[in-house]
Structures are given as C-alpha cells and as structure tokens.
Nanobody, 126 residues
C-alpha cells in the first residue's frame, strides 16, 4: 500500500502564493505518475496538474497554467504544487493522487488514480 499525506494548505489573500507538499510512504512511488486534484465547495473533483515518473513531463488544466507548477523529488518521496497568483476560485480541498499503473502517460481522469491522500484545504480570500 502507498500512503499519501498532503500538507501546506491554508488561508492566503488573492495574489498570494502557497506550496503544497505530498509525502509518500509504504511503497516506492518513483515510477508512478503523480497528480493533484481539487474539489471546490459544491463541486466535483477536478484535475489540476500531473507529472510523470521522472519529472520530465507535466500537464496542467488550463485555469492554472502559468500560475501553478508541479514538481517531484523522488529521493524524498515527495511531490509539490507551487501555487502563485492565487485567485478566490482556487479555493478548494487539494488532493494528491498516484497512478501506480503508468509511468509516462498522464491521465486527467480520477478513475486512473488508485492512491489518494486525505486532502488539504486551500482558501483564497481577503
């Protein structure tokens, strides 16, 4: 089993920045595609960003391109989501997820991710 634990959420003003972390344990995750999803109040779970096993390929949903950056440190079993220029519409619970069946192909579908963290709240408000 792979355990994922997110951290780094909080309250930030519009235009501010936060860095989320997701620490993995229990299995080697260095070969997995990893992703961030989010769930805003009253809405379903939506794809945010994903990264392949080496970190050489990344993919973002259009609304966060040029503002968010996903990265990973396989030596530390951790992935990150650097979020800049935050907007109120970025308010959501952010979840880290692992796709243990793929190393390079990046999926945006929640159905392809088989390990999930518990989530961390991000609130963007003045």
């Amino acid at each position: 089993q792979l355990q994922l634990v997110e951290s780094g959420g909080g309250l930030v003003q519009p235009g501010g920045s936060l860095r989320l972390s997701c620490a993995a344990s229990g299995r080697t995750f260095s070969s997995y595609v990893m992703a961030w999803f989010r769930q805003a109040p009253g809405r379903g779970l939506g794809f945010v960003a994903a990264i392949n096993w080496s970190g050489g390929r990344t993919y973002y949903t259009d609304s966060v391109k040029d503002r968010f950056t996903i990265s990973r440190d396989n030596a530390k079993n951790t992935i990150y989501l650097q979020m800049n220029s935050l907007k109120p519409e970025d308010t959501a619970v952010y979840y880290c997820a692992a796709d243990s069946h793929r190393t390079t192909y990046i999926s945006k579908s929640i159905l392809d991710y088989d390990y999930w963290g518990q989530g961390t709240q991000v609130t963007v408000s003045s």
